[in-house]
């Protein structure tokens, strides 16, 4: 990436000093990070005590670098910075100390259990990350600004996704987005991609449908056609799947949700692993797909996430495996309540054992580390804090159940430690229409809940009063 710069001798002494840092940091990772259970990673990432004393004056938290830039000791630093050659971060819209800390435990978190490289940048909001992640691969690679482009996703996929997939890239700039309506088929998949695919992009489980599909299966078969598979796993985080252990290549993830369950702000992530399968030919976007993005495209288009965010998101995520259990299992004890209610016409939650895509989910949904928690001692299945449910007498009488809410707040929002509910047909799927919800499986009477720290008898008290509402 450093282009044809020309290395001086004193450019070279800052080089070799930044090698030096590079490969005492690789040991680290390999040799303590890599060792650690998934809480010791959440709480610490790559932030050591050394780094603490020696540059923060022994700060405990990773100081928040509220500063556009950082200065040089000379001129020789400076042009090696800037030409990449070493690992500085110049502009707070390229790379900062804070989002560093942050990106780290992202990419050690998604890449827990997996036995190869991962690395991740960090985007303004969940949107900026999708973008993030799809743009490369849309490049023109033949010179012609009219060769015919398209990639294959999920018709089940959150709201947002489908207006940039849809409107942003296939309206608009007349990339073909192929849709995936039963995405458990695998026929399906396989009989959209052509010559002129780029990627495959999966969300799962959904939101609000909870669609699932067969990571290990979808990856395979993009990689038969040289393509990578990108998923959303917002809904799961890395405390219950990580995809890339099941050969996906890139993780999206709004950081917003579940990763934060606090909701201070809107933040998001890419997880990649090195050295993942596509056809564009550029070979540092193959070998680190997101410091290629960090550096290049998002330098030039500016998604950056704010560094205050960056430590408030941090700070959240330290307790995400003992928070994504809890909300679990509270969501399973409210959707048990809910099935068996009169005025409920049906609820769906992927840990209910009639759900159709129970068993797929809980082929890849497990609390990671469970075997090692001495509550569990085993491998324990969980399914999140997503779930949905229709109310009889349609449309209207949904409303009334949803206005009856008192203590579960009406937002559009989810993986809060409060207790959140929408109606996506009116609030998050609203833009795509009748189709795209019917596409999407979103009826009109349908409510999204996602239960949060609340004790779930309080949770279920109020939606009993609620539903008692409804005619
Ligand atoms: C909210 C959400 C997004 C978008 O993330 P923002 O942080 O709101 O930009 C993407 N995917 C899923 C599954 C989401 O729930």
Redesign the pocket.
């Known amino acids: 990436m450093a282009g044809d710069t020309e290395i001086t001798p004193g450019m070279q002494r800052y080089i070799d000093r930044n090698n030096a840092y590079l490969a005492k940091r690789d040991r680290y990772i390999r040799d303590v990070v890599k060792k650690q259970r998934f809480d010791t990673i959440a709480v610490h990432g790559l932030y050591t005590m050394e780094d603490a004393l020696e540059d923060y004056q022994g700060s405990i938290i990773e100081p928040i670098f509220m500063s556009t830039s950082q200065a040089y000791r000379d001129s020789d630093e400076m042009a090696a910075a800037l030409a990449y050659l070493i690992p500085t971060w110049c502009y707070s819209r390229i790379a900062n100390p804070s989002t560093y800390y942050y990106e780290w435990t992202l990419a050690l978190l998604e890449g827990y259990g997996f036995d190869g490289e991962t690395s991740c940048v960090s985007t303004s909001?969940?949107?900026?990350a999708?973008m993030t992640a799809v743009q490369p691969f849309l490049v023109h690679t033949r010179n012609d600004v009219r060769e015919p482009r398209n990639f294959v996703a999920t018709a089940q996929c959150?709201g947002?996704?489908f207006q940039q997939f849809n409107v942003r890239l296939a309206q608009e700039r007349a990339i073909e987005c192929r849709w995936v309506v039963d995405s458990t088929n695998l026929d399906e998949w396989a009989s959209k991609i052509d010559e002129n695919t780029r990627f495959l992009y999966g969300?799962l489980p959904s939101?609000p449908g909870l669609g699932f599909f067969d990571i290990a299966a979808v990856a395979a078969l993009a990689h038969e056609h040289h393509l990578p598979l990108i998923v959303?796993a917002?809904?799961a985080t890395p405390a219950l799947m990580r995809p890339i252990c099941h050969g996906a290549d890139i993780v999206v993830h709004?950081a917003?949700?579940t990763l934060t369950t606090s909701g201070f702000g809107?933040?998001?992530a890419v997880i990649a692993r090195k050295g993942l399968v596509t056809n564009i030919p550029n070979d540092a976007l193959k070998n680190d797909f997101a410091l290629y993005t960090k550096y290049l495209p998002n330098r030039d288009y500016g998604p950056n996430l704010h560094p205050m965010q960056a430590i408030l998101s941090l700070n959240d995520m330290r307790t995400l495996r003992s928070k994504v259990d809890m909300m679990s299992r509270s969501t399973m004890k409210v959707a048990q309540f809910l099935q068996k209610h009169p005025k409920v016409e049906s609820v769906e939650y992927l840990g209910l054992p009639d759900h159709p895509r129970h068993e797929l989910a809980s082929k890849y949904m497990w609390l990671v580390d469970a075997e090692y928690d001495e509550q569990y001692g085993k491998p324990v299945n969980r399914y999140g804090h997503l779930m949905s449910f229709c109310v009889k007498g349609g449309a209207g009488q949904a409303r009334v159940a949803f206005d009856g809410l008192q203590r579960i707040w009406r937002a559009t929002d989810?993986g809060r430690i409060k207790s959140v509910a929408t109606i996506p047909a009116i609030s998050t799927h609203q833009q795509q229409g009748e189709e795209g919800r019917k596409l999407a499986h979103i009826p009109p009477n349908m409510v999204r809940l996602c239960v949060g720290g609340e004790h779930p008898d309080d949770v279920i008290r109020d939606l009993d009063q609620a539903l008692h509402r409804v005619k």
């Open positions: 909001s969940g949107m900026a999708i959150y947002g996704t969300e939101n959303d917002t809904v709004s917003t949700k809107v933040c998001g989810l």
